[in-house]
């Protein structure tokens, strides 16, 4: 029975190839991949082939937020069994460094994160991967729910970072989904008010359908924040945003621009502002996991749209075709054999 992968064998290209079953290592199980969504990453290097240091220097699958069933286990596994179905934290870490010894294994740097060159992603109906990357999936949710609980991890974490406290008004720049996300935590955590800004008038109805206030970047108001959680990577947004905030005010950055960032430290350091930046999560699935199983966080209104294995290259570039959507889900089971 063939493995097919979507592989990005170039730039801007997508070839869907058997690519092998998995080896096994000896903690790794094999997962039946059901679900992957797409994230801006993603499209990033598929259109660009670089974000930052990393650079796209030959095929690659791509896809790292991903749910599937258990298929096989290696000899040593004993967190996880055949037939469990299972949401996928990305990141294997080294476990042995500085930084994984203190509990910052996000930061790792011996850090094997799915779709990151060189490490090929979820884009495939079989993968291999540590025990340890696997969480239960409750009865209750779903395989695209599963595949969520990646990008809400980055909203968990922003509103960590930031040290977002009870009563705290927050405002998140940036309606896609991991603002969307930002949002639901920094509400689930206890934010007295959220308010997100953008400049797609369909991601602030989607914001106001799920409670928030919601701003066009182009006509804020004058309200003042606690707490920003900036989402967008828009030139200027960080700069907007700390603007808004009231003494003491404390921001986490998510959104990575692709030009230096200007600040203007001297009237910010009048209020003394925080400023954190945010680098993927660490130990955020259990809280996602509770966050979305208790409904406390809806992950479904964000998905709009689904393709099999062989459309990945309709998926990758639905953020330039359409407008009105948010979030692609690849379902890697549905394709045609090669």
Request: net charge negative.
């Amino acid at each position: 029975m063939p493995n097919l992968a979507a592989v990005m064998p170039r730039l801007g290209e997508i070839e869907v190839r058997d690519v092998g079953e998995p080896v096994l290592g000896a903690r790794e199980a094999a997962v039946e991949i059901r679900s992957v969504g797409i994230c801006g990453s993603d499209v990033t290097y598929y259109r660009v082939g670089r974000i930052g240091d990393w650079v796209v220097d030959g095929p690659l699958i791509l896809g790292h937020e991903a749910s599937g069933v258990v298929t096989a286990v290696g000899e040593d596994v004993s967190r996880v069994a055949v037939g469990d179905r299972v949401a996928i934290e990305p990141g294997t870490p080294c476990r042995d460094c500085d930084d994984c010894l203190r509990g910052r294994y996000h930061l790792c740097s011996r850090l094997a994160f799915l779709a990151t060159p060189p490490y090929d992603g979820a884009l495939v109906q079989r993968l291999a991967i540590d025990e340890r990357n696997l969480f239960a999936l409750p009865d209750g949710l779903s395989f695209d729910d599963g595949a969520m609980l990646e990008p809400l991890s980055v909203g968990i974490w922003a509103c960590r970072r930031a040290g977002l406290e009870p009563g705290d008004r927050v405002l998140v720049t940036g309606a896609g989904p991991v603002g969307t996300f930002a949002a639901q935590a920094a509400r689930a955590f206890g934010a007295g008010s959220v308010t997100m800004v953008d400049v797609s008038p369909f991601r602030l109805e989607i914001a106001r359908t799920l409670g928030f206030e919601a701003e066009s970047a182009d006509s804020p108001s004058t309200a003042t924040f606690d707490v920003l959680l900036e989402c967008s990577g828009a030139p200027g947004a960080l700069a907007q945003g700390l603007a808004r905030l009231g003494n003491h005010g404390r921001a986490a950055m998510v959104g990575l621009p692709k030009q230096p960032v200007e600040l203007p430290l001297s009237s910010l350091n009048a209020r003394e502002l925080t400023v954190s930046l945010v680098n993927r999560y660490a130990h955020t699935w259990p809280t996602a996991i509770d966050l979305v199983a208790s409904g406390r966080v809806d992950v479904r209104t964000i998905v709009t749209h689904h393709f099999d294995l062989d459309a990945t290259e309709d998926a990758l570039n639905l953020s330039a075709t359409d407008p009105n959507s948010m979030k692609a889900i690849i379902h890697p089971q549905a394709a045609a054999t090669v």
